[in-house]
């Protein structure tokens, strides 16, 4: 039984997806306004592990991941930077599916840009005009009155008696004290430059909720699963998309909410407007891997807030090796062995107690306290029978279908050493001992070993 946190209860639920074995999620996805950096990750790292999990656990899984690409912010910087904004919006969309791989998140079914959809937008304000749950005002603008929907500040747990009605707020982000009447089409104005759509209201362009609350309908239906997102999108973003789209469609908009925690720095939340972040690529110029990012940006609990230091990174470094020398003496006592045989019980321990872990609202530290126990068990149980060698092994690739980080980082064999090792295994065929000592010798003084597989020789480091 899997058990998540809802939001919406704020309590521990089992996840029962609506549609038999589909689990259908929605995550929030970057604002393409510049470079994504770590604490944005955190966020997409959080969810990656959960839709890894769901499928561990035999769900099949539908995510959706919107790019904003256009917003207050994206055209604020297409206008600095003299771009239109498609190609200003371009390069930072082309970086994120960059960082994503370097990080080794699985990809999204869905990955809609908010530009791409604006017809799909403006037909769910014309829903909202229908129900009473949008009016124009004089600029142009179309907006969202809270006091209409009763249920307006349930995620985010509103007192509604201190809420004024009537007023109103343009901007996309805001505070509790200042919820208002949110902004759902944003009439024209100058400053957009040619960021502009035609709609029934006039020229303008969409709000950044109902952005979300379309891509969502558009691809997952009015009702789906379960949506995430940073702990800064319950208010006013969620409650927002909340009311627009249960607003406009009259039944319930995810059943489960699910928010991460922010990454701190020296007790900040990393942030662009903070100026304290750092980009995925600037700490990969630093010498660090993506395996390693990935690492210290899985480790804690989603929930916590984590605090990012390069102490802890360094740190990472020895738990990644410890974990690569285990499975690369497992290699060695697998030998030729093919078939996997019957799990020894330390490694069934570290199953279930990893499961459990995870089972339990994505514990990753029960998770990888699991791991590393049976790391410790499994070391002390070398000299180990092929077979079962070969079974642990196994079942290490399973673990990191849920992780990502276990199968050690390919080394780049020069392809002359391949050379060199296929004519050794044609000289042993032929008996030719010498010369295949002697090929053996040279790749060894070259720093690596050859390693005879069913499948061929392989090399390794030595
Ligand atoms: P944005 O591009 O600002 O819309 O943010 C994209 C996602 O990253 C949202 O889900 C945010 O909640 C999340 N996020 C932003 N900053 C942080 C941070 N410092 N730590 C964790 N998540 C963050
Ligand atoms: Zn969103």
Same mark, same amino acid.
């Given at each position: 039984?899997?058990?998540?946190?809802?939001?919406?209860?704020?309590?521990?639920?089992?996840?029962?997806?609506?549609?038999?074995?589909?689990?259908?999620?929605?995550?929030?996805?970057?604002?393409?306004?510049?470079?994504?950096?770590?604490?944005?990750?955190?966020?997409?790292?959080?969810? $990656?592990?959960?839709?890894?999990?769901?499928? +561990?656990?035999?769900?099949?899984?539908?995510?959706?991941?919107?790019?904003?690409?256009?917003?207050?912010?994206?055209?604020?910087?297409?206008?600095?930077?003299?771009?239109?904004?498609?190609?200003?919006?371009?390069? +930072?969309?082309?970086?994120?599916?960059?960082?994503?791989?370097?990080?080794?998140?699985?990809?999204?079914?869905?990955?809609?840009?908010?530009?791409?959809?604006?017809?799909?937008?403006?037909?769910?304000?014309?829903?909202?005009?229908?129900?009473?749950?949008?009016?124009?005002?004089?600029?142009?603008?179309?907006?969202?009155?809270?006091?209409?929907?009763?249920? +307006?500040?349930?995620?985010?747990?509103?007192?509604?008696?201190?809420?004024?009605?009537?007023?109103?707020?343009?901007?996309?982000?805001?505070?509790?004290?200042?919820?208002?009447?949110?902004?759902?089409?944003?009439?024209?104005?100058?400053? $957009?430059?040619?960021?502009?759509? $035609?709609?029934?209201?006039?020229?303008?362009?969409?709000?950044?909720?109902?952005?979300?609350?379309?891509?969502?309908?558009?691809?997952?239906?009015?009702?789906?699963?379960?949506?995430?997102?940073?702990?800064?999108?319950?208010?006013?973003?969620?409650?927002?998309?909340?009311?627009?789209?249960?607003?406009?469609?009259?039944?319930?908009?995810?059943?489960?909410?699910?928010?991460? &925690?922010?990454?701190?720095?020296?007790?900040?939340?990393?942030?662009?407007?903070?100026?304290?972040?750092?980009?995925?690529?600037?700490?990969?110029?630093?010498?660090?891997?993506?395996?390693?990012?990935?690492?210290?940006?899985?480790?804690?609990?989603?929930?916590?807030?984590?605090?990012?230091?390069?102490?802890?990174?360094?740190?990472?470094?020895?738990?990644?090796?410890?974990?690569?020398?285990?499975?690369?003496?497992?290699?060695?006592?697998?030998?030729?062995? &093919?078939?996997?045989?019957?799990?020894?019980?330390?490694?069934?321990?570290?199953?279930?107690?990893?499961?459990?872990?995870?089972?339990?609202?994505?514990?990753?530290?029960?998770?990888?306290?699991?791991?590393?126990?049976?790391?410790?068990?499994?070391?002390?149980?070398?000299?180990?029978?092929?077979?079962?060698?070969?079974?642990?092994?196994?079942?290490?690739?399973?673990?990191?279908?849920?992780?990502?980080?276990?199968?050690?980082?390919?080394?780049?064999?020069?392809?002359?050493?391949?050379?060199? &090792?296929? &004519?050794?295994?044609?000289?042993?065929?032929?008996?030719?001992?010498?010369?295949?000592?002697?090929?053996?010798?040279?790749?060894?003084?070259?720093?690596?070993?050859?390693?005879?597989?069913?499948?061929?020789?392989?090399?390794?480091?030595?």
């Amino acid at each position: 039984m899997f058990k998540i946190y809802n939001t919406m209860s704020r309590s521990l639920e089992e996840l029962i997806p609506l549609e038999d074995n589909h689990v259908r999620l929605y995550t929030c996805g970057p604002t393409v306004y510049n470079y994504a950096h770590i604490g944005n990750y955190r966020a997409y790292m959080f969810e $990656d592990l959960l839709r890894r999990w769901i499928q +561990y656990k035999g769900f099949k899984i539908t995510q959706v991941q919107n790019l904003t690409d256009v917003d207050d912010k994206t055209i604020r910087g297409s206008r600095e930077s003299g771009k239109a904004l498609r190609d200003y919006t371009q390069t +930072y969309k082309d970086t994120f599916f960059e960082d994503l791989k370097v990080l080794n998140i699985e990809p999204a079914e869905h990955y809609p840009a908010a530009t791409d959809c604006i017809p799909e937008m403006i037909a769910l304000i014309e829903k909202l005009f229908e129900k009473g749950l949008a009016y124009k005002s004089d600029d142009g603008s179309v907006y969202f009155p809270i006091d209409k929907f009763a249920e +307006y500040g349930k995620l985010a747990r509103l007192d509604r008696a201190g809420m004024r009605a009537g007023a109103r707020v343009d901007q996309d982000e805001y505070d509790k004290d200042n919820a208002a009447d949110f902004a759902l089409w944003k009439g024209y104005v100058e400053e $957009d430059g040619e960021v502009v759509w $035609d709609s029934p209201w006039g020229k303008g362009r969409p709000g950044w909720h109902i952005e979300c609350s379309a891509m969502s309908q558009k691809y997952l239906g009015k009702t789906f699963d379960l949506h995430c997102g940073g702990v800064d999108n319950i208010f006013p973003h969620h409650e927002d998309e909340i009311a627009q789209s249960e607003g406009a469609n009259g039944c319930l908009y995810s059943k489960y909410w699910m928010h991460n &925690a922010h990454l701190q720095v020296e007790g900040k939340k990393m942030s662009k407007s903070e100026g304290n972040f750092f980009t995925l690529r600037e700490i990969l110029e630093k010498g660090y891997t993506g395996r390693e990012i990935r690492y210290e940006l899985i480790g804690t609990h989603y929930r916590k807030s984590l605090n990012f230091t390069f102490d802890s990174l360094n740190a990472n470094r020895a738990a990644l090796a410890r974990l690569d020398d285990f499975y690369a003496k497992l290699q060695e006592y697998i030998g030729t062995e &093919a078939e996997a045989g019957e799990l020894p019980s330390w490694a069934v321990e570290m199953e279930t107690r990893f499961a459990a872990a995870l089972d339990d609202d994505l514990n990753i530290a029960g998770g990888l306290g699991a791991l590393f126990d049976g790391v410790h068990a499994g070391n002390k149980a070398f000299p180990m029978d092929p077979k079962e060698a070969a079974a642990v092994s196994n079942l290490w690739k399973k673990l990191d279908t849920v992780l990502g980080f276990l199968e050690p980082p390919k080394e780049e064999v020069p392809s002359e050493l391949i050379e060199m &090792a296929e &004519a050794r295994a044609e000289a042993k065929k032929n008996k030719d001992w010498a010369e295949a000592d002697r090929l053996r010798n040279a790749v060894a003084a070259a720093g690596w070993i050859i390693q005879d597989t069913p499948s061929g020789p392989k090399l390794k480091k030595a």
